[in-house]
Every structure is written in C-alpha cells, then in structure tokens.
C-alpha cells in the first residue's frame, strides 16, 4: 500500500521520456510530440550550416534549427513555423538552454529547452525536454 502511494505522488516532471534513435522529442506548450520524419540539408543561404525541418501536429506545425556543420556547440537559430507565422529563436531572444553533443556527417544528438517571447517579454510558445536524436 505504502508502494503504490509514493508511485502515485510522482510529479509529469519526474516521469522519464524513452527517446528512439532517429527521433526529435519535445513538449510544446505542454503537449508531448515525438517525431521520426524530419528533412536534413545544408542551408542554402549558408553552406556552413546544416537544416533540420520536421513537420508535425497534422501538418500545421514545422519547426527548424539550424547547426554549425559537423560542430558540438548550441543550436544557432530555431524556427517554429504555425499557420504561416514564424518565430525565431537566436543568442539573445527569450530563453536558450540548447546543446549539440554529437554531431557528424551522419548523426546529430543533443537537447533544448527554448522560450519564445513576444515583444513585452512574455512566453509564447514554451519548449521543455527536448530531445535530438537523428541519423541521415
């Protein structure tokens, strides 16, 4: 009895997430989403950065980032794109906490944890737990 009581208590934050190689995870807006189809490029205004674009939630969602190729750092510049409007995360714009820890001519793995504000500084779209795990 005392088991189930202390299962019981866990909190969403507590709870593990079971990430599958070739996948990008993330909660947005507390909605959990788990992706496996997602595009890989090279930028074409840019040569020294690789694209990643996914589309998810029926389509009406896509969300980029862009890397440095072949560099473990941070994610240069985020995109999410939803009904045709765009906000762009970059060094200095809302909350950033993103890291590139493997990073290949073949494989990308790493994490972010984005806010996107308005202009008065209010979160609008909130990205926690996110998870990159992506083979191309």
Not at 45 to 73: C, G, L, P, Q
Not at 115 to 124: A, K, S, T, V
Request: proline share 1%; glycine share 6%; hydrophobic share 40%.
């Amino acid at each position: 009895m005392l088991s189930f009581f202390v299962l019981s208590c866990a909190s969403d934050d507590e709870l593990v997430s079971i990430t599958e190689e070739n996948s990008i995870s993330f909660h947005l807006n507390g909605v959990a989403y788990f992706i496996t189809e997602y595009d890989v490029g090279i930028d074409p205004t840019d040569s020294n950065m690789r694209m990643i674009e996914a589309v998810f939630d029926n389509d009406t969602k896509k969300i980029s980032f862009f890397v440095i190729v072949e560099e473990t750092n941070e994610i240069e510049r985020f995109v999410l794109e939803e009904h045709g409007v765009s906000w762009i995360s970059e060094f200095g714009l809302g909350y950033r906490d993103t890291s590139i820890t493997t990073h290949t001519d073949s494989k990308m793995e790493g994490t972010f944890n984005i806010i996107m504000e308005d202009r008065n500084g209010q979160p609008l779209h909130i990205f926690i737990n996110g998870v990159i795990n992506i083979g191309f």
